[in-house]
């Protein structure tokens, strides 16, 4: 059974730093994603990676997060710096091992999703 489990998540001050995981059972898919939610908001794309190293982010966490894949250890990794208080979300893991997998940040295009991990961000 595939499975994605996301931690790493927490409470920190304004302009601190988290390191997000997302262990993958079913090995680095060709798309990974992160994404966010808020209560009362729809979920969000924040950054994903394409196996040819390819990385997309949204333009809210551009030059603060940063997003990377361990082949080797089945884990996606998200590291965010300088985090705002609007960075506060749940924030999950999601693949695509389609063959022709395009990414992106449309909840559409992944098919597995991890059950999130809280940040919150306090000023």
């Known amino acids: 059974q595939v499975q994605l489990v996301e931690s790493g998540g927490g409470s920190v001050q304004v302009g601190g730093s988290l390191r997000l995981s997302c262990a993958a059972s079913g090995g680095i898919a060709g798309c990974m994603g992160w994404f966010r939610q808020a209560p009362g908001k729809e979920r969000e794309g924040v950054a994903d990676i394409r196996r040819s190293g390819l990385t997309r982010y949204a333009n809210f966490v551009k030059g603060r997060f940063t997003v990377s894949a361990d082949n080797a250890k089945n884990t996606l990794s998200l590291e965010m710096n300088s985090l705002k208080p609007e960075d506060t979300a749940m924030y999950y893991c999601?693949?695509?091992?389609?063959?022709?997998?395009?990414?992106?940040?449309?909840?559409?295009?992944?098919?597995?999703w991890g059950q999130g991990t809280q940040v919150t961000v306090s000023s």
């Open positions: 999601a693949a695509d091992w389609s063959i022709w997998c395009s990414g992106g940040f449309s909840t559409q295009n992944y098919k597995y």
